[in-house]
């Protein structure tokens, strides 16, 4: 039997737009079951997501080894949907996994991360969802480059909302071009975070994560949970929040004890009925057993 666990990702981290993703111990599993008729994919997910070989994971497992033999394949997943968890990247990682394990002639890890930077189309979930941990990338002329930064000392209070957000609807509101000055102040923020992040100078981190000049402010009126949070975590004198991904779900990154204590507050608010997760770093990102 084939086993496949990849991990969610918080992509972006503030400033790190399309580029700095973190993984985090929320899991997808697969287990490959065996060789079927037809692909029959048993999940979770209700009628929103296909069973058969029209599932992301079967359609990705295909386009890497077309001629794959059908299977029949469980998934377990406590990774929301749509929600700024990097799911998409989950069910990606998971098929070329599989087709990589089934297949005679496997690929390897970096032609993994080419093929699912392309299908996503940025690499900021994909990469820390094969590498685990946080990493840094950039994926520019259909090449792709990442790195593996010190696993960070912290952990994620993770806030999702109750409503899905597509990642194409929350990208179609960020904006063409961005004025040279923006663009000089946004780079110079997130080159900083990075520094500070390889340098684990935490707190100067968490301060950065707040200072995007990317996409947070386009995408506030679709996330009002972000303001709200960002606001009760600072008057308990917290930073560190940042919308997730293309959103909706907000991070808030810190010490346990403090995120603990955070939790507790955001619950008492009437406005923020979401699921709260406080998730360690997975520093593994995909892992394949066989028994
Ligand atoms: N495990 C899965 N199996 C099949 N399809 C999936 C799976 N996970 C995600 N998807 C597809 O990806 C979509 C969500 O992708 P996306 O909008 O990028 O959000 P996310 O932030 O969760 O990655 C879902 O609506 C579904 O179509
Ligand atoms: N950089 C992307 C990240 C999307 O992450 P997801 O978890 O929402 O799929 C973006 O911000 O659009």
């Known amino acids: 039997m084939l086993k496949i666990s990849v991990p969610a990702t918080s992509a972006n981290l503030g400033p790190g737009f399309d580029s700095i993703g973190l993984a985090l111990d929320l899991q997808l599993t697969l287990t490959v079951i065996g060789p079927s008729q037809t692909w029959q994919v048993d999940h979770p997910f209700g009628q929103e997501v296909s069973n058969d070989a029209n599932n992301l994971i ?100 993770v806030y999702v909302p109750n409503e899905e957000l597509l990642t194409s609807a929350s990208r179609s509101a960020l904006p063409a071009t961005l004025p040279f000055k923006q663009a000089i102040a946004g780079s110079s923020i997130g080159n900083t ?54 959103g909706p779900t907000i991070v808030t990154l810190g010490k346990q004890a403090d995120l603990l204590k955070l939790q507790t507050k955001l619950q008492q608010n009437p406005a923020l009925t979401g699921q709260y997760h406080l998730l360690p770093v997975d520093a593994q990102g995909v892992t394949v057993t066989k028994s």
Do not use: C
Request: hydrophobic residues 50%; proline residues 6%.
């Open 58 to 157: 079967v359609k990705t497992a295909l386009s890497l080894v077309p001629d794959l033999t059908p299977q029949r394949i469980q998934v377990t997943s406590k990774i929301p949907l749509a929600r700024g968890l990097g799911s998409s990247s989950t069910a990606i990682i998971a098929g070329l996994a599989m087709a990589n394990e089934l297949a005679s002639a496997p690929v390897s890890k970096q032609a993994l991360l080419l093929k699912a930077t392309e299908l996503e189309g940025h690499p900021d979930n994909v990469a820390p969802a094969i590498l685990g941990g946080l990493v840094v990338a950039t994926y520019v002329d259909q090449k792709v480059q990442a790195v593996q930064l010190p696993t960070p000392d912290l952990f994620a209070s």
């Open 193 to 246: 975070l990075v520094a500070a992040l390889a340098m684990k100078n935490w707190s100067l981190a968490l301060a950065l994560l707040e200072q995007d000049q990317f996409h947070e402010q386009y995408r506030a009126k679709l996330v009002p949970a972000l303001a709200l949070i960002r606001k009760m975590a600072h008057e308990m004198g917290l930073v560190g929040t940042y919308l997730s991904g293309a």
